[in-house]
């Protein structure tokens, strides 16, 4: 048995608690050793001098900031797990959505990147959005969000998540990338570009982003022409980039983030057990 798993057998009932005798916050604080006349303290203590043959004040306390910080996570870890416990296996709103068999979901656990996939034709368009903006998105203000002009409820606020399209065809070359935000159930076009080369527009290297660099990629969307702006939102429309993938997407974003968050509680908490 390891000293960490040792003192956190000890410390686990009165890591929150007060010594009675001394007063001292076990393990946050150091007691009075010479005041304290329960024992508990000079138990603990005791232990550590057990597996170490003396006391070392330096690697005691970091022995007991591991034996905290892995309590903490436990508890993290058992208020997220008992969050979802409620809904097993896949949320509805998934299954629903891999039921229409319109998109493949490509999602590698631990990665905050998620690749959505799917045939038109002889088109094969390709979507990527990542699960990061959720985390650095601001909280708009609480009462932009209660009540509207006649005292109507507004819709719940979505935060914004970048999303890019790739779209390539089997009998031609190059291919047409698609820069947008996804929010309020809509994505909002920032650029579209062709690239002469399709793997140049598809391929996520840092070679090909440096080479991307120093193409002209097209002008702002909304300097186009308003009707060109309207048959491109329609052509896209109709390869299934809608409402309906625009609200998919920020669900999705939240499922798998709280996933991430469990498994890096997990990961992290084995780590400073080890």
């Keep these: 048995m390891s000293v960490l798993r040792a003192l956190r057998q000890v ?7 007060c010594c009675s005798s001394c007063g001292s916050l076990w393990p946050l604080a150091p007691c009075d050793r010479t005041a304290c006349s329960t024992g508990c303290c000079k138990s603990f203590l005791s232990i550590y001098v057990s597996f170490f043959g003396g ?3 330096h690697s005691f306390w970091v022995a007991i900031a591991d034996v905290v910080l892995s309590q903490k996570l436990a508890e993290e870890l058992k208020y997220e797990k008992e969050a979802v416990a409620d809904v097993p296996g896949e949320p509805e709103f998934l299954k629903t959505f891999k ?3 319109i998109w493949e979901i490509q999602d590698v656990a631990g990665n905050d990147e998620v690749t959505l996939v799917r045939k038109f034709g002889n088109e094969t368009i390709r979507m990527m959005f990542s699960i990061a903006d959720i985390q650095n998105a601001e909280e708009e203000p609480e009462y932009e969000q209660e009540e509207g002009e006649g005292g109507e409820e507004q819709p719940p606020h979505s935060y914004p998540i970048r999303a890019s399209f790739s779209i390539t065809k089997g009998n031609a070359k190059g291919s047409i990338n698609i820069d947008t935000m996804c929010q309020e159930g809509a994505f909002i076009i920032d650029n579209m570009s062709y690239y002469p080369d399709a793997q140049l527009g598809t391929e996520l290297t840092a070679e090909a982003d440096w080479k991307r660099r120093g193409l002209y990629i097209g002008p702002q969307f909304d300097t186009l022409d308003v009707s060109v702006q309207e048959e491109i939102e ?11 993938l625009a609200t998919f997407v920020p669900e999705y974003s939240e499922f798998k983030e709280q996933k991430e968050y469990v498994r890096w509680l997990d990961n992290v908490k084995n780590f400073v057990d080890a």
């Design 11 to 17: 410390a686990a009932s009165s890591s929150r608690a």
């Design 55 to 57: 006391f070392d004040t």
């Design 234 to 244: 329609k052509w896209l429309q109709e390869r299934g980039i809608n409402e309906n």
């Design 99 to 101: 039921d229409q068999g």
